[in-house]
């Protein structure tokens, strides 16, 4: 049976108009991405086969192009529009991070860390670069390494930290592997760029450990800091 000839307050377009979009299950809501279904197959049907093939919607989300477009209708045009979905996500959180002080925005942060690093199959070091408000000036991918670990140079940090005349800063690396605890080597290189930072009086507000799956780790909210 087609969605236009579903009940009304069970299709999903009418049920996001009435209710909010925060009430469609995940396949709903790929069904509106994705517009319409194949031979056999609605929408709906579709975005519960693609969950099945990739696991869970972040995996998703984060798939190779040829991979994603591989599964039986979709495509490359179709990838590419489901990436510019995600980076425009990532824009409208920076956007409310450049706005507001960070410190007040906990979840913006969290959100878009898992945005950008979450996902990702090598491990990066990012720093965001923030302003004597705590506000986002820009946030960048300052290393990357292997699977298991990555070689950060503090002076490179208090190099950029100044050339964008950062009052503070958020240490941010991801965890490919999915462990979201610290090890020794993650407080140790915190302390130390904390120590070189602050010697140019700019102050380490937060250092997170990014996973695909769960709440990125705060050392602050540890006690690591």
């Not at 450049?98 to 979450?118: E, I």
């Not at 946030?139 to 002076?155: D, H, M, W």
Request: glycine content about 6%.
């Amino acid at each position: 049976m087609a969605i236009t000839d579903w009940p009304a307050d069970e299709r999903p377009r009418e049920k996001l108009l009435a209710h909010g979009a925060q009430t469609l299950s995940d396949a709903e809501l790929l069904a509106l991405f994705l517009r319409v279904g194949v031979r056999g197959r609605t929408a709906v049907d579709l975005g519960r086969d693609l969950l099945s093939h990739f696991g869970s919607l972040s995996r998703l989300c984060s798939a190779p192009a040829a991979e994603f477009a591989r599964i039986p209708g979709m495509g490359l045009a179709k990838y590419a529009q489901l990436q510019a979905v995600m980076e425009l996500a990532r824009r409208a959180l920076a956007e409310e991070m450049a706005q507001r002080d960070v410190l007040d925005t906990p979840d913006a942060v969290r959100n878009w860390l898992r945005l950008r690093l979450g996902n990702l199959p090598h491990e990066v070091f990012a720093v965001l670069l923030l302003d004597a408000r705590n506000r986002l000036i820009d946030a960048v991918e300052l290393f990357r390494g292997t699977l298991t670990q990555t070689s950060v140079y503090p002076r490179e940090v208090v190099k950029l930290a100044l050339a964008r005349n950062a009052a503070a800063v958020i240490l941010a690396h991801n965890h490919p592997s999915g462990a979201c605890e610290p090890s020794q080597a993650d407080e140790r290189l915190t302390h130390s760029l904390k120590d070189a930072l602050a010697l140019v009086d700019v102050r380490v507000l937060d250092h997170f450990v990014v996973t695909a799956h769960g709440q990125p780790l705060s050392f602050a909210e540890r006690g690591l800091l």
